[in-house]
């Protein structure tokens, strides 16, 4: 439900602030101007306007008249998206850790759903645009706690499909949001059926639903909630708990008691485990090489992906209902297209292919006619687009989990989120480019991808290799010094699990 709303959300823009013709009220003028010319040849600056309607009946522009040197208030609103979840990504970990993921995961639900309530009776656009902000900040908490749920909740080995599981259920919610504005053509009517009733469905489900995770639960000793849930979890499912399963539980609970006890056996591996801070990823050339590299890969998928809400000026003549709703559909094709690749070639082979033919896609899109049976090939084109910066987009999310070392790999992902969103926030006067050559936000696109398939090519494969734990085996990873080191500490590990056991 986190991703299918996330997935509506992001649709905010394009439909709600979707551009309508107009022309001055009470006066003959040409259809989109600002003014209208007197008998004396004189201008005089609209203060009226009519709308036609064409895609749409009603919009956010329509309403609050963001025409005539007031767009800025509608291109905020995809720079504010943008903002809010970055300050998600920065406080986001802290508040999970602190509280838990189920109460943000629970109160984020029911922020985003008042927030959104709140759309339908925005008097103002500064007041539609707070309330933007707030409900993107919420959703993006509500993904980030719900993801991690999903995936502390899970084995190891169904970590990958949980991961990509998002994407599809993500690109359910970008594709409901193209046919619900289809059949309801005014934003208000839209907003209400694509997001108020979901939110508050799924804010009311969060509070009797939401199980809380177990390794937070684990690591904050609070063992008869934890008892709690995993007793849930087998008599939702019909399933008696085996007693090798109790055994190894309590053996746990034993770990997670010693706290320091415990602790201080993986500090005889490696002392710099605790005292690890961001920068040290960056203090070889190589890691640092490794990070920047990684930071273009986020920035490619964020401002290509987000661009691809502005079809018009990236594949001018299609039909903005169908455009969206295939465009949503290319997720699912996308992720699964990222599953086979990285789980059979690799993480690296994922990035690169997925980012270059993103670029040709980008590259053709322009000489391609925008009449007759043309227009097909153009669709063609936009949903291969989105396929592969789907792809691109899934798998980095996994390549620098893997990459990163265990205690730093939550706030790694948070940083390089926060990187490509903080490039991203001009995205929406990227189009006004169009104006000056209608090529150019499409090649600008494709230029960015390719630089961001080129620089990846540095950063060692992750494919059927062990994560690393700390800086000093991030610092090697991917040679055979790695594979020495890891093995002997691994060695270590077993030895102290056995002490620890009896």
């Known amino acids: 439900m986190a991703c299918l709303m996330c997935g509506t959300a992001s649709m905010f823009y394009p439909l709600a602030f979707a551009e309508m013709d107009f022309m001055c009220s009470n006066a003959t003028s040409i259809k989109n101007q600002c003014f209208y010319i007197m008998k004396n040849n004189s201008t005089v600056a609209c203060s009226q306007f009519d709308y036609f309607s064409g895609d749409f009946e009603s919009t956010a522009r329509k309403d609050f008249n963001l025409i005539c040197g007031r767009e800025m208030f509608a291109d905020m609103d995809l720079s504010l998206m943008l903002s809010a979840q970055c300050i998600s990504a920065i406080f986001g970990n802290f508040l999970m850790d602190a509280f838990g993921r189920k109460p943000v995961f629970i109160l984020s639900c029911w922020l985003a759903a008042l927030s959104s309530l709140g759309y339908l009776f925005a008097p103002t656009i500064q007041i539609l645009l707070l309330l933007r902000f707030i409900e993107c900040f919420a959703l993006m908490l509500l993904l980030f706690s719900g993801i991690l749920m999903m995936l502390e909740n899970h084995q190891v080995q169904y970590s990958f499909y949980v991961t990509n599981s998002k994407s599809y259920l993500y690109g359910i919610g970008y594709s409901l949001c193209a046919v619900v504005s289809f059949f309801f053509r005014d934003w208000r009517s839209y907003v209400t059926i694509r997001l108020v009733i979901p939110s508050f469905i799924a804010a009311v489900l969060s509070l009797f639903l939401v199980d809380e995770s177990l390794r937070w639960l684990l690591q904050k000793r609070k063992f008869t909630e934890f008892d709690l849930v995993v007793c849930k979890m087998f008599t939702s499912n019909n399933i008696e708990i085996p007693s090798s399963f109790v055994q190894e539980i309590n053996i746990l609970k034993k770990q997670a008691a010693l706290g320091n006890d415990y602790t201080s056996i993986f500090d005889q591996i490696s002392s710099k485990v605790s005292t690890l801070k961001f920068w040290e990823l960056y203090s070889t050339g190589k890691t640092s090489i490794w990070m920047g590299a990684l930071a273009l890969s986020w920035i490619g998928c964020v401002v290509v992906y987000f661009g691809m809400q502005f079809g018009r000026e990236l594949f001018g003549g299609v039909q903005i209902h169908i455009y969206f709703m295939i465009s949503g559909v290319a997720d699912i094709p996308g992720s699964l297209f990222q599953l086979y690749v990285a789980k059979n070639w690799g993480r690296k082979p994922a990035n690169v292919v997925s980012f270059v033919f993103c670029a040709l896609s980008l590259l053709i899109s322009p000489f391609i006619p925008r009449n007759g049976y043309w227009i097909i090939l153009l669709y063609i084109t936009a949903f291969s687009t989105k396929v592969f910066i789907t792809s691109a987009f899934t798998n980095i999310y996994m390549w620098n989990a893997e990459i990163l070392p265990t205690n730093f790999r939550g706030v790694g992902i948070g940083l390089g989120s926060l990187c490509g969103r903080i490039v991203g926030i001009p995205l929406p ?51 055979n010094e790695y594979i020495v080191l890891k093995n002997k500490r691994l060695e270590v590990l077993r030895k102290n699990a056995k002490i620890l056991i009896k």
């Open 429 to 479: 006067y990227v189009k006004q480019l169009s104006k000056m050559w209608a090529p150019l936000p499409a090649f600008m696109f494709a230029l960015i991808a390719i630089a961001a398939a080129v620089t990846s090519l540095v950063v060692p494969e992750t494919r059927n290799q062990i994560s690393p734990d700390d800086i000093e085996e991030f610092q090697v990873f991917g040679t």
